[in-house]
């Protein structure tokens, strides 16, 4: 059975950081390419950022320079640090591969960025 498990989300003031962690498990993990995806409310989930197995990073364009994903293959952990932190970032964040399965999404973690 699949797993993922993202921790680290929380409220922080605008221009603060976090760094969100995604545990997944039941799956080849150092072959697949993963992403990190967010909702708001009203709102499809969307890509925020993906890393393939090698390494190899891309970005939405609004998270471009502030976000950066990174993985451990050891631990089977993708870990997205978050800088720079605007109100429009708040949302749920989830981790998934990419391409996402629909039955692999888990509970996500709440990100809140407010005075």
């Known amino acids: 059975q699949v797993r993922m498990v993202e921790s680290g989300g929380g409220l922080v003031q605008p221009g603060g950081s976090l760094r969100l962690s995604c545990a997944a498990s039941g799956i ?18 969307a890509l925020v950022a ?17 976000f950066t994903i990174s993985r451990d293959n050891a631990e089977n952990i993708v870990y997205l640090q978050m800088n720079g932190l605007k109100p429009e970032d708040t949302a749920v ?23």
């Not at 390419?33 to 009203?42: E, F, T």
């Not at 981790?95 to 999404?105: D, L």
């Open 93 to 115: 964040y989830y981790c998934n591969t990419f391409a996402p399965n629909n039955s692999y999404w888990g509970q996500g973690t709440q990100v809140t960025v407010s005075s």
């Open 50 to 66: 993906a890393i393939t197995a090698g390494g190899t990073t891309r970005y939405a364009e609004s998270m471009r320079g502030r």
């Open 28 to 45: 080849i993990f150092n072959i697949k390419a993963m992403g990190w995806y967010r909702q708001v409310p009203g709102e499809q989930r």
